[in-house]
């Protein structure tokens, strides 16, 4: 106990004199011209949604707002050795499609007709990812699938031409003729080929 004073004098006159790094708080000995703090100097894990002001002309631009999606992350049965048991990289983004007030209402609806079979009971929308190890990756290959169904929904079919839909009729009554001789050359062979061995 009476240790404890001059311990603390020498640790802080230690602390005073050492030169520490921001991110660890520890006393540096080498740093490599390659370490995350100089290649990524003020970057930060956390995820945030740049401003964003969408055009009201397209349906879909490819933003999706962060704040708006229930993301939860768990432990994967994916890639990853014992890597699996110690973090949680399973990513469950889930949103519910009938209050997502950023999606166009044609692209909700066509969503709801495309993937109304994936919507919970509760109405939310879920996309899991666990193919990598990383958190992030996860993270963003739930995002790219979510852009790909919101992008697939947002294509309109067009109504084939006239001329196009003629077409295709006789190309189908045609098909059908030839369907039927093709049987009946078969049945025919079959007919020759047994009524030969009879004789």
């Not at 007030?101 to 509760?122: A, N, Q, V, Y």
């Amino acid at each position: 106990m009476s240790l404890m004073p001059f311990r603390l004098t020498c640790l802080t006159k230690m602390a005073s004199t050492a030169f520490y790094s921001t991110l660890t708080k520890r006393t540096i000995a080498y740093k490599s011209a390659i370490s995350l703090e100089t290649l990524y100097a003020n970057s930060s894990l956390k995820l945030t949604t740049p401003s964003f002001t969408p055009d009201p002309k397209e349906k879909f631009s490819g933003f999706i707002p962060m704040e708006k999606l229930d993301i939860t992350y768990s432990a994967s049965s994916g890639p990853g050795g014992q890597n699996v048991n110690k973090v949680h990289t399973k990513v469950d983004l889930r949103f519910k499609l009938s209050e997502a007030d950023w999606l166009h209402p044609d692209i909700k609806e066509k969503l709801l007709e495309l993937h109304g079979k994936k919507l919970s009971k509760e109405g939310y929308l879920i996309i899991r990812s666990d193919t990598t190890r990383s958190q992030q990756l996860n993270l963003a290959d739930c995002l790219q699938k979510l852009r790909s169904m919101i992008r697939t929904a947002a294509v309109t079919q067009r109504e084939p031409a006239p001329e196009t839909q003629e077409r295709i009729r006789q190309r189908s009554d045609i098909q059908i003729i030839l369907d039927i001789l093709n049987d009946y050359c078969g049945i025919k062979k079959i007919y020759l080929k047994s009524a030969t061995n009879y004789c």
